[in-house]
C-alpha cells in the first residue's frame, strides 16, 4: 500500500479495515507519522508544534484489550495544543506555558483513550487562541495546505484544520471561542463542529473565554465528526458548565431523510462578502432545494452588534483567565533581579506575544471601575439578545444558513497588521458562541483559484444530530465523498 493511503482515508474507512483484519493500529500510525515527516516542516505546512513519534508508536502497539470494542480502537486523533494530555507539552502556542506538561488528561482526552484512539497532541494554534490565522503562534506560523506558499488556514484552530485537509492527521480536536474551529474548517476544506455550550466537558481545556468556549471535531466527513462528537459529548461533575442531557447516537442519525427540514435565510452583514463565497452557498441551498428542504427568510436584527459584543466579553473574561499565568507557580519565569513586581511585569512581557497583550489590555480596560457598565454589562445585555434572535428563529425554521466565513483564506500577513480587519474575519461565526448554539462548517465549494468555501449550519441547542443529518445528506447529494480525494491540494504532496 502506498505511503499515505492509510492516512488519507475517514474514521470508518480505516475502523471497518481494524474489524475486517485488513490492517493493525500501528500499521496506521507508521503510514500517518511518515506523512507528517515529510510535510510537517516550518518551512511547508507546520500543523504540529512538536511530535514524538517513538511515544505515538507505543501507543498504538500497547492498546489495552479493553479498548478494542471502542468506536475509535486504533485510530489516531490529533489535539490542538490548548488541551491537557497527561505528560505531553500543554504550551497554547505561547512562551508562557512553553515547556508546561499537565499532570492529569482533559476529560475528552479519557473518553477518547476509553474509546481505543491514539493521541497525536501538538497541533499548531493562535496563542492561546488569540487569533483567526495561526500566525500568532510563539513558535511560527501553520500555513494552508491547500495552497501552502501564500495562505493562512484559518484560526485558531489552524494547526487541527491543516493537519485534517493534508492527511497529516484522521480527525482531530479543536476548540471554539468565536469561530476558531469553524473558520479554519472553511478555510482547509473539511468539517468543523461547534457543539452547544455545555454538549462536551471543558475540563481540562486551557481557558480563553469560559462562557464561550467549546471543543469539537474537524474532519473529513460529517461521519467521522458524529463518530468524534459520539465520544467526547455528554455530562461531566468536573465541569460546572457540562450540560446533564442525554446523548444521542448522531452516527445513526445520519442518514434519515430531511423530511419536513426547514432551513431559514437570514439577513446577514454583506460588507466585505466574497462574490465566490456568496456564489457558493447559493448553490448549496440549491442542493437542499432539490432535496425537499423548504427555505424561509428569517430575522436576526442583533447580528450586525456581534463582532463588538464578543469582543467586550471574551476579552474581558480572557484578561481574568490569563491573570494566573504571573511566573510564579508554572510556566515560564523571567529572570528578574528587581522586586516581586518587576518579575511580574518581566514574565508577563516576555511570555506573552503582541495580541495575547493586546487582548489582556482590552479585557482589563472593559472591567475597570467606571467602565464595567458602560461596556460588560452593556455586552452582556446585547449578548441575551442575540441568543433570542436565534430562539425566535428557530420558531420559524429547524436551520439557519450562512457562510462561514466572508472570504475563502487570505494571504499571510496580509491581516496580520490590522486587528479590526482579522476580527472581521470571525463576522458569522461569533453569534452562535455567544447564543450558545451548535453550528457545523462544511466545504460547499471553491473560488477560481481552488481555495475552500464552507456553509455554516447553525441549529437550536443540543441539535448537532440535525446538522449531521443536514450536512450528510448534502455530502451524498454532491458527492463529497469523491470530491474530497480530487480536492487541489496545493504542493502538499
Known amino acids: ?173 479543536g476548540s471554539d471561542t468565536g469561530g476558531s474551529i469553524r473558520q479554519p474548517a472553511s478555510f482547509c476544506g473539511v468539517l468543523g463542529l461547534k457543539p452547544t455550550y455545555g454538549r462536551v466537558s471543558r475540563y481540562g481545556l486551557v481557558a480563553f473565554a469560559s462562557s464561550l468556549d467549546q471543543i469539537g471535531p474537524l474532519a473529513k466527513d460529517a461521519e467521522d465528526a458524529a463518530m468524534l462528537l459520539n465520544v467526547i459529548a455528554g455530562h461531566d461533575e468536573r465541569d460546572s458548565t457540562s450540560a446533564p442531557v442525554e446523548v444521542p447516537d448522531y452516527v445513526a442519525a445520519l442518514r434519515r431523510p430531511l423530511k419536513d427540514v426547514t432551513i431559514g435565510l437570514p439577513e446577514i452583514p454583506s460588507e466585505g462578502l466574497d462574490q465566490h463565497v456568496r456564489a457558493a452557498v447559493d448553490g448549496a441551498i440549491e442542493v437542499f432545494r432539490t432535496l425537499g428542504v423548504k427555505t424561509v427568510p428569517v430575522e436576526l436584527p442583533n447580528i450586525d452588534k456581534a463582532i463588538a459584543t464578543y469582543y467586550i466579553i471574551a476579552t474581558a473574561e480572557a484578561s481574568s483567565n490569563l491573570a494566573r499565568y504571573d511566573g510564579v507557580k508554572y510556566g515560564f519565569r523571567a529572570a528578574s533581579g528587581g522586586s516581586l513586581t518587576d518579575m511580574y511585569l518581566d514574565t508577563r512581557t516576555q511570555g506573552f506575544g503582541a495580541e495575547a497583550k493586546r487582548r489582556i489590555l482590552l479585557g482589563t480596560y472593559v472591567l475597570s471601575q467606571g467602565y464595567y457598565e458602560a461596556y460588560y454589562l452593556k455586552g452582556m445585555k446585547v449578548r441575551t439578545l442575540i441568543k433570542q434572535d436565534f430562539d425566535d428563529a428557530f420558531t420559524a425554521c429547524h436551520i439557519v444558513l450562512m457562510p462561514t466565513a466572508p472570504t475563502p483564506a487570505f494571504r499571510l500577513k496580509e491581516k496580520l497588521d490590522d486587528p479590526l480587519q482579522m476580527y472581521l474575519s470571525d463576522i458569522y461565526t461569533i453569534s452562535a458562541n455567544l447564543a450558545g448554539i451548535p453550528a457545523l462548517s462544511v466545504p460547499c465549494g471553491a473560488g477560481p483559484d481552488g481555495l475552500p468555501i464552507g456553509m455554516q449550519l447553525l441549529a437550536a441547542p443540543f441539535q448537532e444530530s440535525l446538522l449531521f443529518q443536514a450536512a450528510h445528506a448534502y455530502e451524498q447529494a454532491t458527492d463529497w465523498p469523491s470530491r474530497r480525494r480530487n480536492w487541489r491540494s496545493g504542493n502538499a504532496g
Not at 86 to 107: K, Q, V
Not at 125 to 142: L, R
Open 1 to 173: 500500500m502506498p505511503v499515505g493511503d492509510l492516512a488519507s482515508k475517514t474514521i470508518h474507512e480505516l475502523r471497518h479495515m481494524i474489524q475486517a483484519g485488513t490492517v493493525s493500529p500501528p500499521e496506521i500510525v507508521d503510514d500517518l507519522l511518515a506523512r507528517i515527516d515529510r510535510l510537517n516542516d516550518s518551512r511547508r505546512i507546520h500543523a504540529y508544534l512538536a511530535v514524538d513519534p517513538e511515544r505515538i508508536r507505543r501507543q498504538a502497539a500497547d492498546l489495552p484489550a479493553s479498548a478494542r470494542a471502542g468506536q475509535l480502537y486504533g485510530i489516531p486523533i490529533t489535539v490542538k495544543a490548548n488541551i491537557c494530555v497527561a505528560g505531553e507539552e500543554t504550551s497554547c502556542a505561547s512562551r508562557i506555558l512553553e515547556g508546561f506538561r499537565p499532570p492529569y488528561d482533559a476529560t475528552v482526552i479519557e473518553r477518547l483513550r476509553r474509546a481505543g484512539a491514539v493521541l497525536i497532541p501538538n497541533a499548531n494554534m493562535d496563542e492561546f487562541a488569540f487569533g483567526s490565522s495561526t500566525e500568532n503562534s510563539a513558535f511560527g506560523v501553520t500555513r494552508n495546505p491547500r495552497a501552502q506558499d501564500d495562505r493562512v488556514p484559518g484560526g485558531s484552530s489552524g494547526g487541527s484544520a491543516a493537519a485534517v485537509a493534508s492527511n497529516m492527521a484522521i480527525a482531530a480536536l
